[in-house]
Structures are given as structure tokens and as C-alpha cells.
């Protein structure tokens, strides 16, 4: 039980895919605009990469070596399909908001990553895990950033208002703004991590 708790923690803070890993950098920064955008993309992401983390435990005696990473992307990019089909059919105003992001999922690093790292490597169970972890560590991280710059750049967060929009900041809304709040962001995770490292 500890070892899978340590899993599921491992991903969401000290190996977190973003903030940590810097991994996934095309959805962060891409989808990122307001913390709803930022919220489904993650579980979007998430989703695909639990179902292919445990597809690929369960298949990783019966593909051959040689063709791994192939292998492992065409499972990727089957539940990418499935998600897509699913979003077009039932939340077509989210599949309008995030875009070619959606497809996108499938060459995102952390899916990939983990599947070479642990899914080929380890069980089921355990990979379901790691999964999840790294899955909630990619949801907190885009919807974090996501109200960061809905915030500065518009004065809502999750389309509440906080303070008048003619207050905000419109570079955070755009391209620009995602590289300033990432960084600021990724520079206060590595504070805390190094402050809590110290204790």
C-alpha cells in the first residue's frame, strides 16, 4: 500500500510532468488560457494516460522489443481516437475550444515517457497508479496555470469575476503571458521543493 501511495505522490509533487519535468510543453502552454481550458485538457490527458499505462502493462509480453515504441504509440493514439470521437460527440463546444490540442495528446511527452519508464516495466496495478498520479500532477499543473492567466489577463477565474477585466493584463491571455506565468510558476515549485528538501 505505501508503494502505491508513493507512486501516486511521486507524480503529482516531486515528479510532477510540468512544473518538474517540464514535460508536456505544447498542451501547457497551448490550452492554458483559462483555468476550464486548463482543467479538461489535463483530464483529457489524464484519461488517455491511465488507460494506455495499464493497456501497455497487460501487453508487454506479447510486443516484441524491436517494435516498442511503435507499438506503444499506436495504443497511445487509440485511446486519443476514442477520447476525440468521445468529446466531438458529447462536449462539442470543448473539442472547439482546445482544438488540434486534443489529437495533440498523442506525442505528448509524458505519455511516452511513462510508458518506456514503467508501464513496459512493471504491473498492472502499479501502473494504473503511476498513471494517476502523474495524471493529477498534469491537471493540478495546467489548471493552476490556467487561473494564473485567466486571472492576470481577464480579472476571472473559472469564469467568475474577480475584479473588472478592464483591470487585466491582456498578455497573459496570449502566448507571451503563458511563457511569463510558467516560469514564474515553475521557479516558485523548485523554492518550495528546495525549502522542503532543507527541512
Known amino acids: 500500500m505505501k508503494k502505491y501511495l508513493r507512486l501516486l505522490y511521486n507524480g503529482i509533487i516531486p515528479a510532477n510532468p510540468v512544473f518538474v519535468l517540464l514535460l508536456g510543453m505544447c498542451a501547457t502552454l497551448g490550452t492554458t488560457s483559462s483555468a476550464l481550458n486548463g482543467l479538461m485538457m489535463g483530464i483529457a490527458t489524464a484519461a488517455v494516460l491511465i488507460c494506455s499505462n495499464a493497456a501497455i502493462s497487460l501487453l508487454k509480453n506479447v510486443i516484441p522489443d524491436k517494435v516498442r515504441i511503435p507499438a506503444y504509440i499506436v495504443i497511445i493514439a487509440t485511446f486519443v481516437t476514442v477520447l476525440q470521437l468521445a468529446i466531438s460527440a458529447w462536449m462539442p463546444a470543448l473539442n472547439a475550444s482546445l482544438g488540434i490540442f486534443i489529437p495533440l495528446i498523442v506525442v505528448n ?91
Open 109 to 199: 511527452c509524458i505519455l511516452l515517457g511513462r510508458a518506456e519508464a514503467f508501464a513496459g516495466k512493471n504491473g498492472v496495478i502499479a501502473s494504473l497508479i503511476d498513471g494517476l498520479g502523474c495524471g493529477i500532477g498534469f491537471i493540478f499543473a495546467l489548471t493552476l496555470l490556467g487561473a494564473v492567466r485567466e486571472f492576470l489577463g481577464t480579472g476571472h477565474i473559472f469564469g467568475y469575476e474577480i475584479y473588472s477585466e478592464d483591470y487585466g493584463m491582456l498578455i497573459f491571455v496570449l502566448a507571451p503571458g503563458a511563457f511569463i506565468a510558467l516560469g514564474y510558476l515553475i521557479a516558485i515549485v523548485s523554492r518550495l521543493r528546495g525549502l522542503s528538501s532543507n527541512t
